[in-house]
């Protein structure tokens, strides 16, 4: 009865793989260049992950081919060097680096999606995981206005 059971998980399992594989996966893109925007995120209550990400991706032959890709505060106020700083000093070095490692992801996303037709074939980067949120649903949206 045991081996029953765990032939029919393995078989419901492997038919949800090939479900995995439709839909949204097939879509086919516009050539051109698309910008999106991620939803706003408010993060751990030391502000890790606010804010919202806009990203820009040009498209040719179904893949992306230049990705740019900018976070920000949720007041609008672009996330760079500055970022982690409180009062334009860093007050707090932990706090300041992790925040620095948060934009270097950032900069890594955009290069890793080249050649690449859809986010989820981008890893996330530790200690960068806001920043990947926001980069896929950024992605994610620009895609959507570039779907035929």
């Known amino acids: ?21 439709g839909g949204s996966d097939n879509r086919t893109y516009k050539d051109g260049t698309y910008t999106g925007k991620s939803a706003v995120y408010t993060g751990d209550e030391e502000g890790n992950g606010n804010g919202y990400g806009e990203v820009t991706i040009t498209v040719k032959d179904n893949k992306i081919t230049s990705c740019d ?24 070095q932990d706090y300041y680096n992790k925040a620095q490692k948060a934009i270097k992801g950032s900069e890594a996303y955009a290069k890793a999606i080249i050649g690449k037709s859809k986010p989820d074939e981008v890893d996330s980067i530790s200690g960068a ?20």
């Open 69 to 92: 890709f900018k976070t920000y505060e949720e007041n609008g106020t672009l996330k760079g060097d500055d970022y982690g700083k409180i009062d334009g000093e860093i007050k707090n």
């Open 1 to 21: 009865m045991k081996r029953i059971a765990a032939v029919i998980c393995a078989a419901l399992i492997t038919a949800s793989l090939f479900v995995g594989c």
């Open 129 to 148: 995981t806001f920043s990947y949120n926001q980069f896929t649903d950024a992605v994610l949206d620009a895609l959507d206005k570039a779907a035929e």
